[in-house]
């Protein structure tokens, strides 16, 4: 049973960083698309980036620039790496990862950020 388990979220003030973690149990780790998605309140989930297995990334408009997705392999772990934050940049992020027959999700970590 494959498992995700984020942290590193928190409250942050404008224009600061903070890096997400996303460990991975159960599975082949680097066989797997990833990525983070987050939800905001009373929006849809959305994609932030997401990252082959061969290291191939991609990033949403709002975040191109800013943030930055990364893999170890070795650690079966996922990260995002979020500067230059933004008020709009605060919701829940979702660790995500593409299996063979359907899609896991982690139970989510809240960024906020404010001054």
């Known amino acids: 049973q494959v498992q995700l388990v984020e942290s590193g979220g928190g409250l942050v003030q404008p224009g600061g960083s903070l890096r997400l973690s996303c460990a991975v149990s159960?599975?082949?780790?680097?066989?797997?698309?990833m990525g983070w998605f987050r939800q905001a309140p009373g929006k849809q989930r959305e994609l932030v980036a997401s990252?082959?297995?061969?290291?191939?990334?991609n990033y949403a408009d709002s975040v191109r620039g800013r943030f930055s997705i990364s893999r170890d392999n070795a650690k079966n772990t996922l990260y995002l790496e979020m500067n230059s934050l933004k008020p709009e940049d605060t919701a829940v992020y979702y660790c995500?990862?593409?299996?063979?027959?359907?899609?896991?999700w982690g139970q989510g970590t809240q960024v906020t950020v404010s001054s």
């Open positions: 990252i082959t297995p061969g290291g191939s990334t």
């Open positions: 995500w990862l593409q299996g063979s027959t359907r899609n896991y």
């Open positions: 159960g599975g082949i780790f680097s066989i797997y698309v």
